[in-house]
């Protein structure tokens, strides 16, 4: 039977770190604040928001909230940004995506200053990740890597699948993965031989968005399985893009989902939140890896 990869109470212990952190930022009198922005009124965003800014109150990181009309101008969104940038109570800003379809969400990104961009995905900030410099590191990415130290995975010398390859999930990996001194194969959509690919890996990986995809004849015996997707089955459950009942009793470590890699991106968002009030307070702010 595989070693469940309990995100939920991971979370819980990086959630703790974050509030000590927030704490003492308080008792120096310095700010520690998240700004979450919302554009229109999809309904999964509501639900990721709510659940945002409900952690920072748990966390004691204050937050301003901006929920904005779907109507609402690239220039307006990027005016409320450059506001944000220059407001010392904001530490952290968060512009929740999908943004509608004639926003620019390049462009709205990097209107963020670097050093608030607590979801990682500044050009600057994904400069730093290449060069392997310090820098606030996407949270699912940043997730993923927490939950296998916690666990003593040690990905070095290994090699790992990932499969999906967006700018939030499959590329940051590759790159944190490989600094970790893995050896890393990113499929996509257009990969032949997905499953003989997958086969040969100690770890897998899977960020495709597409439920239970991933079958038992992907993996070799032993394998641990990262499940990053989060979709809904047939009967309308949230699921992964692992068949789960499958792949369990072949993997040594597996995550379930929900209470897997959900709980640690949400978490290192606070994480993030709180090293950029740090480094905005001129204390060393660790970023979390
Ligand atoms: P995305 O931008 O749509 O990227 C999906 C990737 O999967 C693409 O690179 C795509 O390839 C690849 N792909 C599609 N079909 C494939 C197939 N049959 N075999 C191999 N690769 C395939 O999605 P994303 O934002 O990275 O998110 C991926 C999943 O993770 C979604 O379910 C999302 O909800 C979930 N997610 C979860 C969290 C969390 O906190 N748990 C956070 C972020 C995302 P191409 O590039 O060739 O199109």
Redesign the pocket.
Known sequence: MAVLLDGKAVAAKVLAEATARAERLHVRGSSCGLAVVLVGNDPASEVYVRNKRRDCAKCGIETHDFDLPATTTQEELEALLDRLNGDARVSGILVQMPLPAHIDAQRAIQHISPEKDVDGLHPVNLGRLVLGLPGPRPC?PAGVMRLLREYDIDVAGKEVAV????V???KPLLLMLTEADATVTI?????PH?AETAQRADVVIS????AK?VKADWMREGAVVID????RDEDGRLCGDVDFAQVEPIASAITPVPGG??PM?RAMLMLNTVAAAERLAGLPGEWPR
């Open positions: 699912t499969f999906g390859r967006s939030l999930v499959g499929c996509h959509s257009k990969t997905k960020a495709i968005g597409r995809l990053v997707g989060m979709n890699v959900g991106t």
